[in-house]
């Protein structure tokens, strides 16, 4: 197998760059998506009696304008609730008694609106940016599962979330794994027997302790997918498909080689463009 850190020489070359928009080409994007949305925002900020009832009323909204009113009640009521956590109606009663008190009140948001141009291109900018957040990664796997199918669709099985969806669980796959463990990536040969678990990350961007962290977390995975494929005498390999201009930062590369050459062969860390060279049947089958 060509290691990883054979390529450091001419990285820049092996990385896949998915293009972003420019700025301020993208505020005609954002305006088409959240004109409207900010328009029924301040509509129920002038018929709620106070915040917490204003929550109440953006869930009584249809999706997916729910969701997006909800994204803006976060910007301008409460930075302290995700959007993840006001999603399900039943809970917006326990989030209003656990953060209520932190709601920016009813009478300054008002203010805040009526400062603010109608349409705010600010906002609008800013939604459109956390909205495009995870889009280059869901390019990222569906770019490898098209190529996994032309290249070895006939022969092997692939699994996982093409773009957005449900991971792989690998209690679910593998016989005696206990942990309920995500993977973006299971392979396997037609009759079922488990070859490679894959995980997919796309960098824009990286440095500083976000780095180690993620290095040292697929080392963790390694080890447990690694360590089980020894005691139960499976043919397993570990897959990390990494892009993106985050791999030039700091000591990425290198960390990333490592991890690599920790697996003596069982871990594989590939680019897109590394594929055809590196993501062999042999390798497959080894």
């Known amino acids: 197998m060509i290691s990883f850190s054979s390529y450091k020489g001419t990285a820049s070359k092996w990385i896949t760059i998915f293009d972003s928009p420019f700025y301020p080409d993208s505020l005609d994007e954002a305006k088409m998506l959240y004109e409207k949305v900010l328009e029924r925002f301040i509509e129920l900020v002038d ?10 009323i953006i869930t009584k909204e249809p999706d997916p304008l729910r969701i997006q009113l909800l994204r803006v009640f976060r910007r301008y009521v409460s930075p302290d609730t995700t959007v993840e956590m006001t999603k399900k109606k039943r809970d917006i009663p326990n989030i209003i008694n656990d953060f209520g008190d932190r709601f920016r009140s009813l009478e300054e948001v008002r203010r805040n609106l009526q400062s603010r141009p109608v349409p705010d291109e600010t906002l609008m900018a800013l939604l459109l940016e956390q909205s495009k957040r995870g889009q280059k990664g869901y390019d990222l796997t569906e770019a490898f599962f ?5 290249v070895f669709g006939k022969n092997y099985i692939i699994r996982g ?4 969806g449900k991971d792989v ?17 299971f392979i396997s040969r037609l009759d079922g027997t488990p070859l490679v678990v894959g995980f997919a990350r796309y960098d824009s961007d990286r440095g500083g302790s976000q780095e180690d962290d993620r290095t040292g ?9 690694l360590r089980y494929a020894d005691t139960y005498k499976v043919a397993l390999k570990v897959f990390f498909l990494n892009d993106g201009p985050g791999l030039l930062l700091g000591s990425m590369w290198n960390d990333y080689a490592r991890l690599e050459s920790y697996g ?5 860390v590939c680019t897109l463009k590394m594929l055809d060279e590196k993501f062999t049947q042999d390798w497959l089958e080894s």
């Open 264 to 268: 003596n062969g069982k871990i594989m």
């Open 146 to 150: 098209l190529w996994f199918d032309r």
């Open 47 to 56: 018929q709620a009696t106070n915040s917490a009832n204003l929550l109440e």
């Open 217 to 225: 977390g697929n080392r963790d995975k390694a080890t447990d997918l």
């Open 169 to 185: 669980m690998l209690d679910k796959v593998l016989n005696n794994w206990e942990a309920q463990t995500p993977a973006d990536i």
């Open 161 to 164: 979330p093409v773009r957005a």
